[in-house]
C-alpha cells in the first residue's frame, strides 16, 4: 500500500510526494499505515518548512513597513465606524451616513 499527494505551488509546478506502507506479512496492517502516515507528516513538513519561514518574514517585513507608514489608518476606521450599542434614554448618537 502507497500514500500519495500531491503539491501544486503558486508558480502552477507540482511536486508529488510517495511513501509506502509496507510491512512484513505478521505484522497488523494498520501498523504499516501508521507508519507510513508519519513518514508522510514528515516529507509535507519538509515541504512546507520554508515556505511557511518565507511567509512569515514576509508578514513581519509587511507589519514593519506599516509602522513606518504612520497613524493614518486607524482615523479612517474611526470615521467610519458606527456606534450600534442600543441606548435605554433614546436612540443611538450617532447615525449611519446615507449612501450616494
Do not use: H, W
Not at 29 to 47: I, K
Not at 78 to 100: V, W
Amino acid at each position: 500500500m502507497e500514500l500519495e499527494g500531491e503539491y501544486v505551488g503558486q508558480d502552477g509546478r507540482r511536486q508529488q510526494l510517495r511513501v509506502s506502507c509496507e510491512v512484513s506479512s505478521d505484522a497488523d496492517p494498520f501498523q504499516g499505515l501508521l507508519s507510513g502516515l508519519a513518514q508522510m507528516r514528515e516529507r509535507v513538513t519538509e515541504l512546507f518548512g520554508p515556505l511557511v519561514q518565507r511567509e512569515a518574514r514576509d508578514r513581519v517585513a509587511a507589519a514593519q513597513g506599516e509602522d513606518s507608514e504612520g497613524d493614518d489608518d486607524d482615523d479612517t476606521e474611526d470615521e467610519n465606524s458606527i456606534d450600534n450599542r442600543t441606548n435605554s434614554d433614546g436612540p443611538s448618537a450617532k447615525r449611519p451616513k446615507p449612501l450616494s
